[in-house]
């Protein structure tokens, strides 16, 4: 399967009020490859040089957009 080079960024924040644990608060943004578009069910995963971005399970998808149980992010694909 090929990859896809993307840019993601977190526009919208569900559940943590702007203070994720992890950091990844609204405008977080990853620049890697991705392997699969999202997909409802599963996680999504961003690869880059230094880890990546893994996010919690997807449960819709637009165009340009997909959420998860925890937030809403834009995907670019460059």
Partial sequence: MPEINVRI???EDLVFNGN???????????KGYIKSL???????TCYTL???LVTTQ?????????????????????
Avoid at 20 to 30: M, Q, R, Y
Avoid at 38 to 44: H, L
Wanted: glycine fraction near 8%; avoid cysteine.
């Fill in 20 to 30: 994720h644990p992890n950091g990844i608060d609204v405008d977080f943004e990853v």
């Fill in 38 to 44: 999202p997909e409802v069910g599963r996680e999504m």
């Fill in 58 to 78: 997807v449960v819709a998808t637009t165009r340009d957009t997909f959420t998860t149980l925890n937030s809403i992010y834009k995907l670019e694909i460059l």
């Fill in 9 to 11: 960024t977190k526009i």
């Fill in 50 to 52: 230094r880890g990546g």
